[in-house]
């Protein structure tokens, strides 16, 4: 019977959530469907579409027979479906688990790896650094600056994993401090953009500037502000920017926007821009500013000085992504994004040594605990919507191994836990206590019974693909200037699979003892584990984060 399954699940398509879902609606002619996630409701059934759903498209929300006959001739093998019952909540369904567990984890490439986006055009997606526009040192740069270079440098890998052309703005001089800091974050940023070519770009921007209705060059309505020194010394040209908004229709824009001193910053800015839309050959240009709360007005005057600029170029559209502002509270509630991390690491030493003792010297401590520093930290500014405001407590210390607001280091010890475990098996076959690992075509996948074990299937690997889309999916819809992306998404899944991994961790004993009759189980176990280990690690990645080897 084993083999007869194994032989099914290789020639059955792959399982996707989303499809199921899909599939199930059309058959009901309604959005009734809801997918269970908890471990008690995933006891007796995946699918419900509840009664009183149901009843707005079936008198006393009762399915008729047919229907749901023909849905499971229909479904059964195409999306794995064991049962569909009337039950007093609503119409139930449970999957055939041991066949999913069969072609999942026969297959682990293609649930656990990204899924790149169908596209006919080619697309490039420019991400504008406002925080690290003009050369800002280290210790100008707040938190709150740090909290959208890390969305940009985490947003970027997931648009190239869907296939997107991606350019992060502005490149940086090599021998900036600001660059220092971002290689210990493990922040991946360009740092080799010719300024020559910057410089030229800026003059022809002027050129262009001077010849332009909205533009003025050297005439100011305000002497009296000149005369006090109120304006910036390098303001070269005034722009009047509710003019030309008014002009072209443009919504959506600050309703306090009218003139705009332009200064060559500014022009540095798009000028760099623009030698990127220039250099590339791409149909479509999407300029995401990322961009604090508190600046997200100066960064609208470039977005429409461009605009004004590039005389209506129709392949370039610009979007602004708003990050809420970061609030410290405690004694440290002034601290630059360089102390912060300082900060934040001298915690995680003291964590470290509580735990380990006088274990904790060396270099590859010393990288552990960088890597574990960069870990919280991205998890404490990305775990929350982007949009939020964050209230960081600096005197709730580091714990390696708790769930609260430092998820990043739960999340690296529970990904350190699979680590060991598998060290532990290697090294257990190299003393001959187990056999060699198996291929997985001879696994029996129905030892799998623990309720845990499902819930971990279910939950993470199945839909780990379409989790990694999930972050971006509003590009393509978005309307007006402002976009609202789901970044926090990864982050919290993350977390939520360290919880339930963990859960199931401390309950189930996946070395067993070494006996011909318990292997099989183990083995199966041990792939799912795999699976695991593959979305811990694919995920990390997203974020820049390296797994660590142990505990």
């Not at 090599?174 to 922040?187: D, E, G, I, W, Y």
């Not at 332009?262 to 800015?269: F, M, N, P, S």
């Not at 060290?423 to 056999?435: A, E, N, R, T, W």
């Amino acid at each position: 019977m084993e083999s007869g399954r194994r032989e099914a699940a290789a020639c059955a398509p792959d399982f996707s959530l989303a499809a199921c879902s899909a599939a199930l609606e059309a058959a009901l002619g309604g959005r009734v469907w809801f997918k269970e996630s908890s471990e008690r409701n995933l006891r007796g059934r995946d699918w419900i579409a509840p009664r009183a759903a149901l009843g707005r498209l079936y008198p006393r929300g009762q399915v008729p027979e047919d229907l749901v006959e023909r849905l499971l001739l229909e479904y059964r093998q195409r999306h794995y479906i064991q049962s569909c019952k009337q039950m007093d909540k609503g119409l139930v369904i449970r999957l055939d688990h041991p066949a999913l567990f069969m072609q999942v984890l026969s297959n682990l490439p293609l649930y656990t790896r990204p899924l790149k986006a169908p596209s006919s055009k080619k697309k490039c997606v420019i991400l504008n650094c406002a925080a690290l526009q003009g050369n800002k040192g280290p210790e100008s740069l707040t938190v709150s600056h740090l909290r959208t270079i890390l969305l940009v440098d985490h947003l970027a890998v997931l648009l190239r994993q869907q296939g997107c052309e991606v350019h992060t703005t502005p490149n940086l001089c090599q021998k900036t401090s600001a660059c220092n800091l971002l290689k210990l974050l493990r922040v991946a940023w360009p740092s080799t953009w010719p300024t020559t070519s910057n410089e030229g770009g800026v003059s022809n921007l002027k050129k262009v500037l001077s010849e332009s209705v909205y533009a003025q060059l050297g005439k100011f309505d305000a002497p009296s502000d000149q005369a006090h020194n109120t304006l910036p010394k390098d303001v070269v040209f005034k722009v009047h920017l509710r003019q030309f908004m008014k002009e072209k229709e443009l919504g959506g824009y600050d309703a306090n926007l009218d003139m705009a001193l332009v200064q060559e910053e500014a022009l540095r800015q798009i000028a760099e821009l623009q030698h990127i839309v220039l250099q590339e050959d791409a149909e479509e240009y999407l300029v995401i500013h990322v961009v604090g709360c508190e600046e997200q007005f100066q960064q609208q005057k470039i977005d429409l000085l461009w605009q004004i600029l590039d005389n209506g170029d129709d392949r370039v559209t610009q979007r602004h992504l708003v990050c809420g502002s970061v609030k410290i509270t405690g004694e440290n509630s002034h601290l630059s994004a360089v102390q912060y991390f300082q900060f934040r690491r001298s915690q995680m030493q003291e964590a470290s040594v509580m735990k380990y003792g006088k274990l904790v010297q060396g270099e590859s401590w010393a990288e552990i605990i960088n890597n574990m520093t960069s870990a919280s930290i991205r998890f404490e500014l990305l775990a929350t919507a982007h949009r939020s405001p964050l209230n960081l407590d600096m005197t709730q210390a580091v714990n390696i191994s708790t769930k609260g607001t430092k998820s990043g280091a739960f999340v690296m010890y529970n990904c350190a836990r699979l680590a060991t475990l598998f060290d532990h098996f290697h090294k257990s076959v190299q003393q001959g206590l187990y056999p060699k690992f198996p291929e997985t075509s001879q696994l029996n996948f129905s030892a799998l019974r623990e309720e845990g074990e499902w819930l971990l299937l279910y939950n993470y690997v199945i839909p780990f693909r379409e989790v990694l889309c999930q972050t971006t999916q509003s590009l393509s819809s978005a309307k007006g200037i402002r976009l609202t992306i789901n970044t926090e998404t990864i982050c919290k899944f993350l977390v939520n699979l360290s919880i339930d991994f963990s859960s199931y961790y401390n309950r189930a004993h996946i070395l067993g003892e070494p006996l011909d009759h318990l292997f099989n189980q183990m083995f199966a176990r041990l792939q799912l584990m795999k699976a695991l280990r593959e979305v811990f690690h694919t995920a990390l990645g997203t974020l820049h984060i390296a797994p660590p080897s142990q505990l």
